[in-house]
């Protein structure tokens, strides 16, 4: 393609993507509402506001594909989560129908899931328990992208991201882990599958502890290859077993269970 969009370019995931996926595009177009590193050869680096339409309208343009990583990615306060991930949202699918409804690849999150238990096995067509406000503004960019699929034919991959870094970081995420090379196949599997549609896929890695029926990435090509189960002397070296009835224990959203509404 001639030019993919990286929103959220200056958070984790942003740094992961802008390091690894240049091959995938003549040019990356790095957004954040946050500095960022300057732009190399291939880049393009703006400052950008989700919650500014004229901004995002500006953004969108030209771009072959969307890698939607930007807005609030921890439970905050309302008014910042509705700016990025309520308001951001919209402007974001309102740009990509005005600019030739360039693919988007959507990053939602397993907190749209939070409050089911971690002995319960998940589809993607299982209902939505979201475990904050954080996890409802998933649930709202899940149903604008369905929306915007329906009505004007906008593809998105919907991925329901679990804890994405070099290795797990606790027990839960002996379940939710997903590899650093299988986050970059599976990007690459969305912007080169010949048709996408608006699929749900679990975007976790292949281990031995999971909660969740990740077929629905066959539809797309795309299989985890990586397995958290090589982590776990070290994990289980590393953090006490929390009690049965803690959050982290009970629920898969884990601690997102018992953050207050922040004000």
């Known amino acids: 393609?001639?030019?993919?969009?990286?929103?959220?370019?200056?958070?984790?995931?942003?740094?992961?993507?802008?390091?690894?996926?240049?091959?995938?595009?003549?040019?990356?177009?790095?957004?954040?509402?946050?500095?960022?590193?300057?732009?190399?050869?291939?880049e393009e680096v703006v400052q950008?506001?989700?919650?500014?339409?004229?901004a995002v309208m500006d953004l969108v343009k030209d771009c072959d594909a969307i890698l939607h990583l930007g807005g609030v990615?921890?439970?905050?306060?309302?008014?910042?989560?509705q700016a990025g991930n309520i308001t951001g949202?919209?402007?974001l699918y309102e740009a990509a129908r005005a600019h030739g409804h360039p693919r988007i690849f959507f990053a939602t999150s397993n907190h749209t899931i939070g409050y089911y238990r971690q002995d319960q096995v998940l589809d993607v067509t299982d209902p939505m328990k979201p475990d904050g406000l954080y996890g409802v503004s998933k649930c709202f960019g899940e149903?604008?992208?369905?929306?915007?699929?329906?009505?004007?034919?906008?593809?998105?991959?919907?991925?329901?991201i679990g804890s994405c870094f070099e290795k797990p970081r606790d027990r839960r995420m002996m379940a939710t882990w997903m590899s650093p090379d299988d986050f970059v196949h599976l990007v690459e599997c969305?912007?080169?599958?010949?048709?996408?549609?608006?699929?749900?896929?679990?975007?976790?890695?292949d281990n031995d502890a999971c909660w969740w029926d990740t077929s629905t990435a066959k539809l797309i090509g795309w299989r985890a290859k990586d397995n958290s189960e090589v982590y776990r002397d070290e994990i289980e070296a590393a953090e006490?077993?929390?009690?049965?009835?803690?959050?982290q224990s009970v629920y898969q959203g884990g601690m997102f269970t018992a953050e207050p509404i922040h004000k």
């Open 1 to 42: 393609m001639k030019r993919l969009l990286i929103t959220g370019a200056a958070g984790n995931l942003g740094k992961l993507a802008r390091a690894r996926l240049g091959h995938l595009a003549e040019v990356l177009r790095l957004s954040d509402i946050a500095e960022m590193a300057p732009a190399a050869a291939n």
């Open 48 to 54: 950008c506001d989700l919650s500014d339409a004229a």
């Open 73 to 81: 990615s921890v439970e905050r306060s309302w008014d910042l989560i």
């Open 89 to 91: 949202v919209y402007n």
């Open 143 to 160: 149903a604008m992208a369905s929306l915007y699929h329906s009505k004007f034919g906008q593809e998105t991959a919907l991925i329901r």
């Open 190 to 205: 969305v912007f080169r599958v010949p048709m996408l549609g608006c699929p749900v896929i679990w975007g976790v890695s």
């Open 240 to 247: 006490a077993c929390p009690a049965p009835d803690a959050p």
